[in-house]
């Protein structure tokens, strides 16, 4: 079992940045992938970004260039810097976990971003 909490959300005016963090209960260099996801009122959950267990990283082309995913296996911590934030960007965002077959999630934290 893998519990994962988040912390790091709240409200920032566009052009703005934030740093989310994911510290995970257990050894993360043993995960095959961690990332983020998002969820915006009405809309489908959406990958944001995720990281590999050899620090392979992969993109939603929505934030490309703005976010950066990282990951601190000695803090068994996955981070996710938010640069030039927009309203869009405004969701529920989801760290998660791919442990085998086994996916786990957290759950959530709120980022608003006013105009």
């Known amino acids: 079992q893998v519990q994962l909490v988040e912390s790091g959300g709240g409200l920032v005016q566009a052009g703005g940045s934030l740093t989310l963090s994911c510290v995970a209960s257990?050894?993360?260099?043993?995960?095959?992938?961690m990332g983020w996801y998002r969820q915006a009122p009405g809309k489908q959950p959406e990958l944001v970004a995720r990281?590999?267990?050899?620090?392979?990283?992969d993109y939603a082309d929505s934030v490309e260039g703005r976010f950066t995913i990282s990951r601190d296996n000695g803090k068994n911590t996955v981070y996710l810097l938010m640069n030039s934030l927009k309203p869009e960007d405004t969701a529920v965002y989801y760290c998660n976990a791919r442990v085998r077959s086994t996916l786990y999630w957290g759950q959530g934290t709120q980022v608003t971003v006013s105009s």
């Open positions: 990281i590999s267990s050899g620090g392979i990283t």
């Open positions: 257990r050894d993360i260099a043993s995960f095959n992938a």
